[in-house]
């Protein structure tokens, strides 16, 4: 399942340094619901997609 920038959540843990899945499904749907609320959550959102899109690149 992807959910972050269509990271799978697999991907987006090891990134994070989360090991459960699920740890990595709630984290997603918290910031969801405070990423459009709060612009430093945006750009934190923003910041772990270019590591993703980076950790992509690299494999």
Known sequence: ????GGHRHSE??????LEKIS???SACFR???RV???RR???RARKIEE???KSQERT
């Open 1 to 4: 399942m992807s959910d972050l």
């Open 12 to 17: 987006i843990g090891r990134v994070l340094g």
């Open 23 to 25: 740890s990595v499904s």
């Open 31 to 33: 910031m969801k619901a």
């Open 36 to 38: 459009g609320a709060e």
């Open 41 to 43: 959550i945006t750009r």
């Open 51 to 53: 590591e993703l899109q």
